[in-house]
């Protein structure tokens, strides 16, 4: 195992935060391997790491100034073993094949737990939405489906949306593909709800982040009344993690974005939180205007000079990384811990260092990992997809309890099969061993292919 860790690396050495995501999986499937020698003989590792395929493409597109600019786009699909390929786009400055391939790679996981039929594949581009118009955004979405059309389909990948691709892109990818294809399909989901979206699907990762949360604490005797919550973040993820909080009765006094966080003491109410909504989702401004607005919350720059994240270092009970990965550090889960978190659901893909999970699994604390805890969103584009396909619209309730059921179902199987290899508690072993187990045995029936 350890000579497939370092071909892998050796392969592609820049792609970090791909091997950390193969390296946490493969240490918590050794045990399967050993039950089930057939694996080895079938060189599943080598096959479950290695994409299905990888495209890469030239984004060209036009700035309102006239000038011509080029991005670089990505899809990578991953695995089909168990569905078609499905997983979000994400355009973001930091977009490289390794983040692409670690984002698609723990998606073929994830995928798999929630019992739905989707394979396992990311996109996206180091374009930055940030700052520019919605004319430029337009093209600039028109461009890259002008190339990623040929590759995706509702019976072969469905991307969805991810940082920086929210309601807005879906709208202008979806527009071009419908043109280029001649076709209204289920191709890409989190669509707007009058052309074909889903009730919850804004709402599903981060409902369903809390959904796991509760069920973790459920296993303690305890809710989410009262508890003092940390979470960063203030896009999507984070927004619908904060209603559902709320809704808890817990109470949630930190928000973020890539310019410092925001520190509430007297909590973020519903007033509080639509405010946000408006200043992230149609005014697209920056979180330090919080604390302009509402005097008593205090706003942090980031400070690039330190070694922790201040936001992970107050008073709580429960976090919620809802940004982006490797947001939690080794010093940030010590600091955490100090301040008497004891739960961890992570919104964020991979938001915690394999140092920080180190930590949470050491101190035996509540610690729910992305792979199972943020299922809820791509669980609910599946069900945007059965509707689709059957066209027809489930209401509101529906689609939540459904998406309530998928998530108590999840932690379910995740504490099963942590306990069926005598890892109890741990939630990162179970969702690890669970996910691969499925796609694996998928796989070797199928063949070599
Ligand atoms: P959004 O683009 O809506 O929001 C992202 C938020 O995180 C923004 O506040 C952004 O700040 C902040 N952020 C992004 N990158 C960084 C960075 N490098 N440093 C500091 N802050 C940063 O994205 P989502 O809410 O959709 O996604 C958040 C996380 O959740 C990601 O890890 C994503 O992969 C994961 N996820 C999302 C799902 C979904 O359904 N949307 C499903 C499952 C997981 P700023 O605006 O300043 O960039």
Not at 232 to 246: D, F, H, M, P, R
């Amino acid at each position: 195992m350890e000579q497939i860790v370092e071909m892998i690396q050796a392969r592609d050495p820049e792609q970090r935060e791909f091997h950390q995501a193969v390296d946490e999986v493969i240490e918590s499937v050794k045990p399967v391997l050993d039950r089930n020698p057939e694996y080895r003989q079938q060189a599943v590792l080598e096959r479950i790491t290695e994409p299905e395929r990888v495209v890469m493409f030239r984004v060209p597109w036009m700035a309102d100034s006239g000038q011509v600019k080029v991005n670089r786009g990505f899809r990578v699909e991953m695995n089909s073993a168990i569905g078609p390929y499905k997983g979000g786009l994400r355009f973001h400055p930091s977009v490289n094949l390794g983040i692409i391939k670690f984002l698609a790679f723990e998606q073929v996981f994830k995928n798999s737990l929630t019992t739905l039929a989707m394979g396992g594949g990311k996109g996206g581009s180091d374009f930055d939405p940030k700052g520019k118009s919605d004319m430029e955004v337009m093209r600039f979405c028109q461009s890259f489906m002008a190339e990623l059309y040929r590759h995706i389909g509702p019976n072969t990948d469905v991307p969805a949306g991810d940082i920086g691709v929210g309601a807005r892109e879906i709208g202008y990818l979806f527009g071009m593909y419908k043109k280029l294809k001649n076709e209204f399909t289920g191709v890409l989901t989190g669509k707007s709800l009058n052309w074909g979206g889903s009730l919850i699907r804004p709402e599903a990762t981060g409902y369903g982040v809390v959904y796991f949360a509760a069920e973790m604490l459920a296993t303690r005797g305890e809710t989410l009344a009262n508890k003092i919550c940390l979470v960063s973040g203030s896009g999507n993820v984070a927004q619908y993690t904060t209603e559902k909080i709320l809704e808890l009765g817990g109470q949630v006094v930190t928000l973020s974005d890539s310019s410092g966080y925001i520190y509430d003491e007297e909590g973020i109410d519903r007033d509080k939180l639509k405010y946000v909504m408006e200043l992230k989702n149609i005014r697209r401004g920056r979180i330090s205007d919080y604390a302009e607005t509402y005097p008593e919350a205090v706003f942090t720059p980031v400070d690039p000079t330190l070694d922790y994240n201040p936001l992970w270092n107050h008073q709580a009970d429960c976090a919620f990384p809802s940004a982006t990965q490797n947001e939690i550090n080794e010093k940030d889960a010590t600091n955490l811990l100090a301040n008497g978190v004891y739960l961890v659901s992570e919104g964020a893909n991979m938001p915690s260092t394999p140092e920080a999970i180190d930590q949470f699994i050491d101190q035996q604390i509540l610690y729910g990992p992305g792979k199972a805890a943020n299922a809820g969103g791509v669980a609910v584009s599946g069900l945007e997809m059965a509707q689709n396909s059957m066209r027809l619209t489930w209401p509101r309730e529906e689609v939540d309890s459904r998406l309530k059921h998928i998530m108590e179902s999840i932690h379910h199987t995740c504490v099963e099969a942590a306990r069926s290899y005598g890892a109890e508690g741990n939630y990162l072993i179970g969702a690890n061993i669970a996910g691969f187990i499925k796609v694996v045995n998928a796989m070797l029936d199928q063949g070599l292919v």
